[in-house]
């Protein structure tokens, strides 16, 4: 079964600055698509940013971009110029298929 | 476009009643819904995934039995938490999938269960 870890329960981010939350996953698969999610205290999953694996280039959003490394099965999501509103749970997913297996999380703090 | 609702947001019942849960595509069709349950603190972890007009999939250790998943119409599909009890209690997300790309979900507001 597909695994999605998440090492880092919680981080924190000086209001401006650039974060890097980690992202593993396991899988035996050479096509599949992965996720990040926010999770704000609303607790609506907002999509952050999606990568398709068979894509070497990384997914970029606006502030938010993605190092994918396949062959290390290893996906982080790096924010900058953090703001105030990035602060929420980050989820990291695996999809294939359309069956999606979450990470276990990490809380993201920022400091003004 | 691609909002997904869900009702109630919030239900509190007693142990023993049951209790039903509407997740609603509002602009699209859903071929494919997902039920995930969130205990706080914790992930999502996928309870089991419906197609319009077909019995759920259920994943290991989920009982059918006692969360029923009917998806009746491209649009709608409920999950109904039957006797429940106390450690049922959770935050329900539903998400619905329009199939025109394999990977696309798009998930509900979710509905907070207390169960006393």
């Known amino acids: 079964a597909q695994t999605v870890t998440q090492s880092q329960p919680e981080m924190s981010v000086q209001e401006a600055e650039t974060v890097t939350l980690s992202c593993t996953y396991d899988?035996?698969?050479?096509?599949?698509?992965l996720f990040w999610y926010k999770q704000p205290p609303s607790r609506q999953m907002i999509l952050v940013i999606r990568q398709e694996a068979y894509k070497q280039q990384n997914a970029t959003e606006n502030r938010f971009s993605v190092n994918f490394q396949k062959a290390a099965k290893s996906f982080s999501l790096k924010i900058s110029d953090s703001q105030l509103g990035d602060a929420a749970m980050y989820f990291c997913a695996y999809n294939r298929d359309n069956d999606m297996r979450f990470g276990a999380g990490t809380r993201l703090t920022v400091k003004p | 476009g691609a909002v997904v609702s869900q009702h109630p947001s919030w239900v509190i019942c007693k142990s023993g009643t049951s209790v039903k849960i509407e997740c609603r595509s509002l602009d699209f069709q859903a071929t494919t819904m997902f039920w995930y349950r969130q205990f706080p603190k914790q992930s999502l972890m996928l309870m089991a995934t419906s197609n319009e007009g077909s019995k759920a999939t259920y994943e290991q250790g989920v009982e059918k039995d006692k969360f029923l998943i009917n998806h009746a119409s491209l649009t709608l599909s409920t999950l109904t938490v039957t006797s429940a009890h106390p450690e049922d209690s959770s935050f329900y997300i539903c998400?619905?999938?329009?199939?025109?790309?394999?990977?696309?979900?798009?998930f509900g507001p979710g509905t907070r269960l207390t169960v006393t």
């Open positions: 998400s619905a999938a329009p199939g025109t790309k394999i990977y696309e979900q798009y």
């Open positions: 899988t035996s698969e050479s096509d599949y698509y």
